[in-house]
């Protein structure tokens, strides 16, 4: 299953559980959805972007001046994934965003960029879906080739 961790302002909830109904049986991490109090802020979000396959950044009005979000997006970066940012209108996107390719989101009507990032991550999670089923493919036939060779070698040495 994908797993994406997405980035947003709290302002934006509405918009996440939009996003969440459009992208059903994806897996989306969200921190109003994970309340782990003691815990270390910066230590839990560094962990749930750690384990996703993907980060989708949310950069609306209020997206765009979070300091989470911007925070969300550096840990993304250095930690290698890939940032799939979805761009409000009017908003700009952060220095190590720009020039990227990302989904157009009319704040008005935001259907054309949900039904856009829902086609996006399911034909993601169909892609991982593939590459999982080919490595344990391989993994299957290195076995099996193992176990013939040891059958030969064996063989071999009772000759």
Do not use: C, N
């Amino acid at each position: 299953m994908l797993k994406v961790f997405v980035s947003f302002s709290g302002h934006d909830r509405r918009l996440v559980d939009l996003l969440a109904v459009a992208t059903g049986g994806i897996e989306l991490y969200r921190f109003d959805h994970d309340v782990q109090p003691g815990t270390e802020l910066p230590a839990k979000v560094k962990a749930a972007i750690s384990g996703p396959d993907l980060v989708v950044v949310l950069l609306t009005a209020h997206g765009q001046r979070s300091a989470w979000v911007q925070q969300e997006i550096g840990i993304a970066e250095a930690a290698g994934k890939r940032v799939v940012p979805i761009l409000e209108k009017g908003a700009t996107a952060p220095g190590v965003l720009v020039g990227r390719e990302h989904i157009a989101l009319d704040p008005t009507d935001p259907s054309d960029a949900l039904r856009a990032t829902a086609e996006f991550l399911q034909r993601s999670a169909a892609r991982k879906q593939i590459r999982e089923a080919e490595e344990a493919q391989r993994r299957a036939s290195g076995a099996a080739l193992a176990f013939l060779v040891g059958l030969f070698i064996l063989g071999a040495s009772r000759e």
